[in-house]
């Protein structure tokens, strides 16, 4: 499995981006989605996930509100939109997957992803 994800950028805070992931490979409806950053100096953190039936998403406290997540699973996509960005919402942005069983299991978190695409970085200005 492969992922690859793209949409970072430069942006003032209050503005707006998407990322997107996509990723090939032997086929993963039934994985679960999920969406990490990493500020420098800082651990990764979960920021959203999306499993793949009904398609429940988790957000973490900090995004709620301004962060969206959503999947095209026939195009193997997830997709992140995020706006009204502040500077702390700088970081690498990192997408994965994760087997159904895991994440009943961890939830969204990292445990529970066993593959990772590389990072995009996202910086907001002040």
């Known amino acids: 499995v492969q992922l690859q994800a793209s949409g970072g950028g430069l942006v003032q805070s209050g503005g707006f981006l998407t990322l997107s992931c996509t990723h090939a490979g032997p086929p993963t409806s039934r994985f679960v989605m999920g969406w990490f950053r990493q500020a420098s100096g800082k651990e990764r953190e979960a920021v959203s996930c999306?499993?793949?039936?009904?398609?429940?998403?988790f957000y973490v406290d900090s995004v709620k509100g301004r962060f969206d997540i959503s999947r095209d699973t026939a195009a193997n996509t997830v997709t992140l939109q995020m706006s009204s960005l502040k500077p702390e919402d700088t970081a690498v942005y990192y997408c994965?997957?994760?087997?159904?069983?895991?994440?009943?299991?961890?939830?969204?978190?990292?445990?529970?992803?066993?593959?990772w695409g590389k990072g995009t970085q996202v910086t907001v200005s002040s």
């Open positions: 994965a997957l994760a087997p159904p069983h895991y994440y009943r299991q961890y939830g969204c978190q990292s445990t529970a992803f066993n593959y």
């Open positions: 999306i499993n793949a039936g009904e398609h429940s998403t």
